[in-house]
């Protein structure tokens, strides 16, 4: 027996492991992906938190905002314990209104982030104010980006966020930005307002990266298309770039003429690949790409997985 054929027989895969085993080991491997993510952003948030923000006298946002509102008030209190218990009242609402898996990575989350926060210690090198800002926000709106790529989250507002895009589809960026503005009247009322500018240079950064980390290259591209090769066209989104085509019939406002209207949702990574078919096609083609803000759909929809 080759060696090959031997380790074939005792590793477990879809076809020769017991049932239920494979499915088990793949709940597994979810489990500690999901985990790995949540440790990963929880990293990254905590370096920016101790390595810029509390260096340079910065607040954060949401919950970690208060954390450190109330550790510059009372530098004795860790700011680690702070957010862990600021975080205990708004488990029960992401236990009713998010789901049960979402509940349990986020309190798995939010253990990870205390606890990376308070032994996560390594001062960045940036002495700048302004490059400081840029810098954590950059840094803390990855982290947090692929936090929310998870099933969970770290807790604080990304709960509310998350619950917030679920019910009235409001972006995650959007809502935390908007809660933010609260942290900010504190930052300019017990500091300056020169912090709370460079904190809310800070806040704006990190949004715009976790919208970019979250939805960014998964967003998808609404495609109208007006041409006298329409069929063709069709014909090749269809069987070329595997995406389905909605004709709608339209007339012409100046001739009246009948001019069917090709509509096509694509993913972000085939419009240029569309945009030169269309070319080839009929380089007099009409065309409007316009960006979506949700998709339902089994085989195109980019609905968050909470």
Avoid at 24 to 45: A, K, Y
Wanted: overall charge neutral; proline content about 4%; some cysteine.
């Amino acid at each position: 027996m080759r060696e090959d054929d031997s380790q074939a027989m005792t590793e477990p895969n879809a076809e020769t492991a017991p049932k239920g085993q494979v499915p088990f080991i793949q709940t597994i491997l979810q489990i500690l992906w999901n985990l790995g993510l949540i440790s990963v952003g929880s990293v990254l948030c905590a370096l920016a938190v101790n390595g810029i923000l509390v260096p340079k006298q910065f607040l954060s946002g949401g919950f970690t905002g208060l954390a450190l509102l109330i550790h510059y008030l009372s530098p004795a209190l860790p700011i680690g314990g702070i957010y862990f218990v600021l975080n205990i009242p708004l488990y029960a609402l992401g236990w009713r209104y998010v789901g049960r898996r979402f509940f349990l990575y986020s309190v798995a989350g939010m253990v990870i982030f205390s606890a990376a926060v308070q032994f996560i210690r390594f001062p960045l090198p940036v002495y700048d104010q302004f490059l400081s800002a840029l810098l954590a926000g950059i840094i803390v709106g990855v982290g947090g980006g692929i936090v929310l790529r998870s099933y969970g989250s770290a807790g604080g507002t990304d709960i509310l966020s998350v619950m917030l895009m679920k019910l009235f589809s409001i972006r995650l960026g959007t809502t935390i930005l908007a809660f933010n503005g609260l942290i900010l009247i504190f930052s300019a009322l017990l500091f300056s307002l020169e912090q709370a500018l460079y904190t809310l240079v800070y806040m704006y950064i990190s949004s715009q990266m976790v919208n970019l980390v979250v939805t960014g290259l998964s967003q998808r591209k609404a495609v109208y298309i007006v041409s006298a090769a329409w069929e063709e066209i069709s014909r090749r989104i269809i069987h070329d770039i595997s995406r389905g085509v909605t004709i709608m019939e339209g007339h012409g406002g100046f001739t009246g003429e009948r001019q069917p209207v090709l509509y096509t949702v694509i993913t972000f990574r085939d419009l240029a690949r569309l945009k030169a078919m269309i070319r080839s096609v009929d380089p007099d083609a009409f065309v409007v790409v316009s960006d979506t803000l949700e998709v339902m759909g089994q085989r195109i929809g980019n609905q968050p997985h909470w």
